[in-house]
């Protein structure tokens, strides 16, 4: 069931109604576990099977890991947790790519090996449920936190349904506990999350979908060279595309739980407007970037280990970090690119980053331009289908090849440079304001006229929508 669906709009009036309803607490849990349940088997009902074992699983882990005090023994529990959470995404997400690679491999030492056709399904949004309930597990057994006390409250946790499928990836102590009490939303909740259910499918439906998805297509789909103005533009309009399209799922799955009464933490903070890689990944995807942080580099050893192992651990992050989007080589490029950039920003701050010119603004500013170039390169892979595409985009972005074809209408070239300069500029305004005290400074006039313009454009281009990228990792 998608955000951007009349179907979803009758869903979460239904769900909306049923939780104002003057049942018991306990009551509106289970109603919003089983319109969880329904929400997930829209995509196909036999995965929520995988929702189930994950829950039991963690469930029993957490609690026994928990009561045991030999060490030992705390370590099978948790290698339990592990061996089922990883090995349903290694095998759905990661079985017909370690195939293929196999037989690659037989292949280059004269080996003719042909496996049976890989047909198996990727349960949407598996990466994102199977990462959280690892971070309850593992919370447990590094005494972060005691298991839940109700079932029905984990279970809520693991499948709540704003962010079930696409984030945020959120920690257990972050929402287990918001189930504890009746939760309703005020009226200023409930307008408040109105409004960023509006802004997010504004973002998703109008900018990403009705406005850039269309240049994106074209460049990363042409088979031949093309000129570096069409393929930069293509790239640009893929970097806004994948923006809008993420942050408005985030920015949706946030108004719709708070709708509920819930709070769900930010997941994207104006990225584009970050200064250097690091201050990126304080701003991008931030419920997996502070995960992998958590749970993968500081575990390796983050930046304890002296210079060399900094950097190893690093580049191990980010490449791990690249193949959790999908199982595919220029995913891993995407990754090992951020780890290079991430640990070449360290090397050089190290030595010049107490000089005074970066404290200028021009500086800055133009820092936040390298960084945003950059990290345009690295979408190349992120959105390029194969190598091949991927090498033939970098060339002639690098080299400047005006031999190339052009593929991009006068129309996308307009539409694709007045949204990038747009989005900078919003993004550079906002970076150290927060949304919510931009908005109580507007008149409610201005207030009351965007509002109804964004719902105005979502329903004359909801036709031309799709569904949300990330539904993909």
Request: glycine share 8%; net charge positive; with cysteine.
């Amino acid at each position: 069931m998608l955000f951007n669906s009349l179907t979803f709009v009758v869903f979460l009036g239904v769900v909306l109604i049923l939780h104002h309803l003057p049942f018991a607490w306990r009551a509106k849990k289970i109603n919003l576990l089983l319109a969880s349940y329904l929400f997930y088997a829209a995509w196909n009902p036999p995965f929520v099977l995988l929702l189930w074992l994950s829950t039991v699983v963690d469930w029993v882990v957490a609690r026994r890991i928990h009561a045991e005090m030999v060490q030992s023994r705390r370590r099978a529990w948790l290698g339990l947790s592990l061996l089922v959470n990883l090995g349903m995404l290694g095998f759905f997400k990661y079985g017909g790519f370690l195939l293929d690679n196999f037989q690659a491999a037989m292949a280059v030492v004269g080996i003719e090996y042909q496996p049976a056709a890989w047909s198996i399904v990727l349960p949407v949004g598996i990466s994102f449920y199977t990462f959280q309930t690892l971070a309850y597990s593992l919370d447990v057994y590094l005494r972060r936190a005691k298991p839940a006390d109700s079932l029905l409250d984990f279970s809520l946790f693991v499948a709540f349904f704003p962010q079930l499928v696409a984030g945020p990836i959120v920690r257990p102590t972050q929402l287990i506990p918001q189930f504890a009490l009746p939760r309703i939303a005020t009226t200023e909740q409930f307008k408040w999350g109105l409004a960023l259910i509006t802004l997010g499918l504004f973002n998703k439906i109008v900018i990403a979908d009705g406005m850039l998805a269309g240049a994106a297509d074209s460049v990363f789909g042409a088979s031949e060279m093309l000129h570096p103005l069409d393929a930069w533009l293509g790239t640009l309009a893929f970097a806004g595309q994948i923006f809008c399209d993420f942050a408005g799922y985030s920015t949706t799955a946030i108004g719709v739980a708070l709708c509920l009464g819930f709070s769900l933490p930010d997941n994207f903070r104006y990225p584009y407007a970050a200064i250097g890689f690091s201050d990126f990944w304080r701003r991008w995807h931030i419920s997996l970037s502070s995960w992998l942080r958590d749970y993968l580099y500081i575990p390796l050893g983050g930046n304890r280990k002296g210079g060399f192992r900094t950097y190893a651990n690093l580049m191990t992050t980010m490449l791990l970090g690249g193949l959790w989007h999908g199982a595919s080589w220029t995913f891993v490029v995407w990754g090992g690119l951020h780890g290079f950039y991430l640990a070449a920003e360290r090397w050089l701050n190290s030595r010049f980053g107490g000089l005074a010119i970066w404290n200028r603004w021009l500086s800055r500013l133009l820092l936040a331009l390298l960084t945003y170039a950059l990290v345009n390169l690295t979408w190349v892979f992120f959105r390029a289908q194969d190598f091949a595409t991927a090498w033939r985009m970098i060339d002639t972005m690098l080299t400047l090849n005006l031999d190339g074809k052009k593929v991009l209408a006068t129309v996308d070239i307009v539409l694709v440079t007045g949204i990038t300069a747009a989005m900078l500029a919003t993004h550079w305004f906002m970076r150290h304001r927060s949304l919510h005290d931009v908005v109580a400074a507007m008149p409610r006039w201005l207030i009351g006229v965007a509002w109804g313009l964004m719902a105005w454009l979502i329903v004359i281009t909801q036709g031309s929508s799709n569904a949300f990228i990330y539904f993909q990792f």
